[in-house]
């Protein structure tokens, strides 16, 4: 769960004066001036709202046939749009989904829903690179309270300390990491409800389990290397691989949090770690029944 740089916005007059010209240069439609100063207006807004849905941000005062070519024009965003550069700038140098932090960045979600805030269907802020999954479950979801919204990747006011959590359980049965959002020092109520209803709208928790296994696989000669040292030395390479974790993804980032409930786990430590690299056992042939 990141948040990003906001984008650059000085082209986006420039982006909006392409969105409405056809291929050949012909107009799609032509705004008055004081509709595009409308709209401009309605995007800084946005900024000043930090995102948040509001009434100021429908549109209405634009009229029906230039919020609906504005709605239009987010099909000129996609690969060979004539709003493609668009696009690849927004994608540019982000290797990973945001929402989720393991997701390949395939796609544009719209923070608050094109559906419902027409007006900001190009606007580059209102645009967050993301992963097809999570895009998918996001949907088109906007509530009236932080309850029911996402965090903004852009805009939202995190403050710097842990809140994504993973507990370990070590059992017979393997390694089962449990991950939370709980709230941290200078976090407010608005945020954290945000976090929480994003966290589960995403289906984080079992997604993130999800890639505990293939991660550790990833590690498997360290870990066992470390280990054949003892327990003590297993938890400080533990603790080196969350310090790393956090250095290059984020203090909130799922591979950190799971390496941080790794180091705090002394039944991992301790010998448990092996239960994460039983290998399972085959499954018996299928039984052959005669045709007799």
Known sequence: MWTLSAPDISSTADELRLALTRADGTSIYAPTVAQLAALLEIYSQYDTKSGHPSSLLFGANLGSDFLSVVYDAYGQVQQGGRLAALRERLKAEIPQCPYCGFGEIRELDHHLPRVSFRALAIYPRNLIPCCSMCNNKKRAVVGDAPS??????????????RFLIASIDVSSEGIVPSFSIQRCAGMTDAVFD???FQFSRLELNRRYQAQVTTLLQSHRMSIEDAAS???NALFQWLERARTSMRAEFGLN?????????????????????????????AAPPPEVVSSQ
């Open 148 to 161: 029911g919204q996402f965090a903004h990747v852009y805009f939202e006011e995190i403050p710097p300390a």
């Open 194 to 196: 945000r976090l929480s």
């Open 229 to 231: 040292a003892g327990g």
């Open 253 to 281: 980032d799922w591979r950190a949090a799971l390496f941080d409930g790794l180091a705090n786990s002394p039944a991992f430590y301790q010998g448990g770690f092996r239960l994460g690299f039983r290998r399972r056992s």
